[in-house]
Nanobody
Framework: VQLQACGGGLVQAGGSLRLTCAAS????????MGWFRQVPGKEREFVAA????????EYADAVNGRFTMSRDNAKTTVYLQMNSLKPEDTAVYYC???????????????????WGQGTQVTVSS
């Protein structure tokens, strides 16, 4: 399974970005997919997860109500719509795949087997 994330960039506080993660290989529709983020010197932290169809979601408290994760199984792609961005959202964002989740929503990075390369999100104040 290969994951390719894109869509990061520089945005002012209060702005929006949409991250995209395209997957290839494997059986995408059966995977739980996640987004994590990491800043230098800190652990990679959970942001959001979505289960297989019909796509239940789970969010970190810090982003709940501002970020929305979705998936398009036909396009083997997941999205992270980020609204009302704050400077503390600045990080490298990674998408990840959990093939053996069977519909469960994992929030720990150890549960994910495959990772994308990361995309930088910078929010200026």
């Amino acid at each position: 399974v290969q994951l390719q994330a894109c869509g990061g960039g520089l945005v002012q506080a209060g702005g929006s970005l949409r991250l995209t993660c395209a997957a290839s290989g494997g059986t995408f529709s059966t995977y739980t997919m996640g987004w994590f983020r990491q800043v230098p010197g800190k652990e990679r932290e959970f942001v959001a997860a979505i289960s297989w169809s019909p796509g239940s979601t789970e969010y970190a408290d810090a982003v709940n109500g501002r970020f929305t994760m979705s998936r398009d199984n036909a396009k083997t792609t997941v999205y992270l719509q980020m609204n009302s961005l704050k400077p503390e959202d600045t990080a490298v964002y990674y998408c990840a795949a959990a093939p053996g989740a069977w519909g469960r929503l994992w929030k720990t990075k150890a549960e994910y087997d495959y990772w994308g390369q990361g995309t930088q999100v910078t929010v200026s104040s």
